[in-house]
């Protein structure tokens, strides 16, 4: 398990990352690898006006502040990482996942511009309009989401029974993972990282013992919405930048079992981050790296809403 301490990893995570499984979970884990990440062929519950995956619609907050969102259709994937896999987690167990249901994701982290038309604090520590709002707790993001859902309901919006809210966590590895079932969304290759993410690279000025002296992506600390490359369903920044709340609880380990629409334990004292930082190293961004944190915590991470039942209101060229 992976757990957040002050502002990065416990000694144990950064000492021990990886763990032998047994042979019982070696058996369940090659199973599961059979089966490739691939989305419904046909859209159970995409909007009535249709929507193909990665298509966008935008969502209008007013003050011209929009929310892009991206439509993730429902589908299997393996949920996990393989034995073996660097930076892997003993708890990455793969098993097979069904999610049923298709979705609207954010197309971007929750911008500043965004958190301030809604809500009377900004706690990010680096500002900007469209940096993403960081520091924020899981209770703050909750309150934002009430707040966006009145905004919504009480607005002219042809937008049907949309409620917003974080995303599971098998939501958020499976929108991540967009059909692929590498370390990163992009691949395995850690040279094109800086293509795709902001991490903790040469251009952060921290001098950490972990900062990647051979390539720059040239950002210090958190980069503007938008500023790298998307995955294969349009999502930016789903590995480094801000850590992403997600609504689950932590509940340790993963079962090999199949599952379907898993959303993680019903108690628990922490809730679960995914996606990395601009602080950390490439491994801890991967698409399967997940971390435990205190949902009173306040520090390098941010989120992206869903949506899981909205027609598309407007067609506008997006921005962030």
């Avoid at 197309?107 to 900007?128: C, H, I």
């Avoid at 599971?168 to 293509?195: I, L, Q």
């Avoid at 921290?206 to 938008?226: E, V």
Wanted: with cysteine; hydrophobic share 30%; charged share 25%.
């Amino acid at each position: 398990m992976k757990r957040i301490v002050l502002m990065g990893t416990t000694l144990w995570a950064l000492l021990f990352p990886t763990l032998t499984l047994n042979a019982e979970e070696k058996a369940a884990e090659s199973s599961a690898s059979a089966l490739t990440n691939t989305p419904a062929q046909t859209p159970e519950g995409a909007p009535a006006l249709g929507a193909k995956p990665g298509e966008t619609m935008t969502v209008d907050l007013g003050g011209g502040v929009k929310l892009n969102m991206v439509w993730i259709p429902p589908g299997e994937f393996i949920m996990g990482s393989p034995i073996g896999e660097k930076g892997r987690d003993v708890g990455e167990v793969q098993h097979r996942v069904r999610l049923t249901k298709g979705f609207w994701l954010g197309k971007y982290e929750v911008t500043q511009a965004q958190w301030d038309r809604l809500m009377t604090n900004n706690p990010s520590r680096f500002k900007g309009t469209n940096m993403p709002v960081d520091q924020v707790t899981w209770d703050e993001c909750q309150e934002f989401l009430k707040k966006l859902d009145a905004l919504i309901q009480n607005s002219k919006s042809k937008i049907q029974n949309g409620r917003f809210r974080l995303p599971t966590e098998a939501e958020w590895e499976y929108a991540c993972r967009a059909g692929t079932t590498n370390r990163y969304s992009f691949g395995d290759d850690e040279e094109k990282f800086c293509e795709y993410g902001n991490y903790c690279d040469a251009s952060n000025t921290d001098n950490k013992p972990w900062r990647d002296n051979t390539h720059r992506d040239g950002y210090d600390k958190t980069a503007p919405a938008g500023a790298f490359k998307p995955n294969a369903w349009g999502l930016y920044d789903m590995h480094g930048n801000v850590q992403e709340w997600c609504q689950d609880y932590w509940y340790g380990g993963y079962d090999s079992k199949d599952a379907t629409n898993p959303t993680g334990s019903s108690l628990g004292s922490y809730r679960i981050v995914r996606g990395g930082t601009w602080w950390g190293y490439p491994e801890y961004c991967r698409s399967a790296c997940r971390w435990s944190i205190y949902p009173t915590y306040r520090s390098l991470i941010g989120f992206r809403v869903v949506c899981s039942s909205m027609h598309r209101h407007e067609a506008t060229q997006d921005q962030p």
